[in-house]
C-alpha cells in the first residue's frame, strides 16, 4: 500500500540541482537532501539572499563615503566656498555613480509618470507652507537656546554673487543629488532588504543623521518621510525634488529678505 502511495506522488528531478554539501542530486519537491539529510536552498531563494547581501554592502559603502563628508562640515578648514563645491561635487558624483550602478532599479523613477500638474501645484504650495513654519520654529529654537541665528545666506555673503550661490548650493544641487541619493538609491537599496514602512522610515532617519544637526532632526525626519512615501506612491523622484527645491528655496528668499530688511 506505502508503495502504491509514493508512486502516486512522483519526484521530478531538477536538472543540474545538486547538493552543495555532498554534491548529491535532488528533486524539485526534496526540502532536505536524501544522501546528507542537510536542508535544501532553493535557486530562487540563493538569488534573493545574494541580492540582500548587495544592497548591504553598497548600503554600508555609501553609508561610509556620505558619512566622511559631511562630518568634514564640523571643521572650520573645510567652511570656504572651495571646499562647498569640491564636498558637493563628490556627493553628486557619489549620487550619480550609485545610481548607475543599480541603473535597473533606479531607472524607472527618472521617469514622471502620471504627470499632474495640480498635484505638483499643491505640493509645493505645502512645501513653501512648511519652510515657513520650519524657519520660523528653528529660529525661535537658535535664539531662545543657543541666542544666535543661523543663516545659509552669510557664509556667501563675502563672494561674488552670493544670492546666486545660496540658491545653487542650497536649493538646486540638494533638490536634484540628495533625492537621487536618498530616495532613488538608498530608499530603493533598503526596499531590497525591508519592508516598506521600515525602507522609508530608516531612509528618512538617515537623510536627517547625515545634515549633521541635531535639532535639525525635528523636521529633516519628518521631511524625509513626507518626500519617501510620496516616492513610493507615485513611483518617480520628481514630485519629491521640486518639494525638496521650494521648500529649500523658500528658506532662501526668507533669509535674504531677512538680511536686506535688517539692513
Avoid at 531563494?45 to 548600503?59: F, G, H, S
Avoid at 573645510?78 to 569640491?86: C, P, S
Avoid at 510620496?230 to 521648500?247: E, K, L, P, V
Wanted: charge should be neutral.
Amino acid at each position: 500500500m506505502s508503495d502504491e502511495i509514493e508512486a502516486e506522488i512522483p519526484v521530478v528531478e531538477t536538472a543540474g540541482a545538486k547538493c552543495t554539501n555532498c554534491d548529491a542530486p535532488f528533486g524539485e519537491n526534496d526540502r532536505f537532501c536524501r544522501a546528507c539529510g542537510v536542508q535544501l536552498v532553493p535557486p530562487e531563494d540563493e538569488n534573493a539572499a545574494y541580492k540582500k547581501w548587495n544592497a548591504i554592502r553598497q548600503l554600508i559603502l555609501f553609508f561610509v563615503i556620505e558619512g566622511i563628508i559631511c562630518a568634514c562640515s564640523f571643521t572650520k578648514a573645510f567652511h570656504t566656498l572651495g571646499w562647498l563645491i569640491f564636498m558637493d561635487v563628490t556627493l553628486a558624483v557619489m549620487a550619480i555613480t550609485f545610481v548607475s550602478l543599480n541603473w535597473s532599479i533606479c531607472r524607472p523613477l527618472l521617469k514622471w509618470h502620471n504627470f499632474s500638474a495640480g498635484r505638483l501645484v499643491g505640493y509645493c504650495l505645502l512645501a513653501v507652507l512648511a519652510s515657513c513654519a520650519v524657519g520660523f520654529a528653528a529660529d525661535w529654537i537658535n535664539e531662545t537656546l543657543f541666542s544666535k541665528r543661523e543663516s545659509y545666506t552669510l557664509f556667501f555673503a563675502s563672494y561674488k554673487h552670493p544670492i546666486l550661490l545660496c540658491i545653487i548650493f542650497t536649493a538646486i544641487a540638494p533638490a536634484i543629488f540628495e533625492e537621487l541619493a536618498f530616495r532613488v538609491f538608498l530608499l530603493g537599496k533598503l526596499l531590497v532588504v525591508l519592508e516598506k514602512n521600515q525602507a522609508v522610515f530608516l531612509s528618512a532617519f538617515m537623510f536627517g543623521i547625515m545634515h549633521m544637526s541635531f535639532i535639525s532632526l525635528i523636521w529633516l525626519i519628518p521631511f524625509g518621510l513626507w518626500v519617501g512615501f510620496i516616492r513610493i506612491r507615485q513611483n518617480t523622484m520628481w514630485y519629491g525634488s521640486c518639494i525638496h527645491f521650494c521648500f529649500n528655496f523658500t528658506v532662501c528668499i526668507s533669509e535674504i529678505w531677512q538680511t536686506s530688511y535688517h539692513h
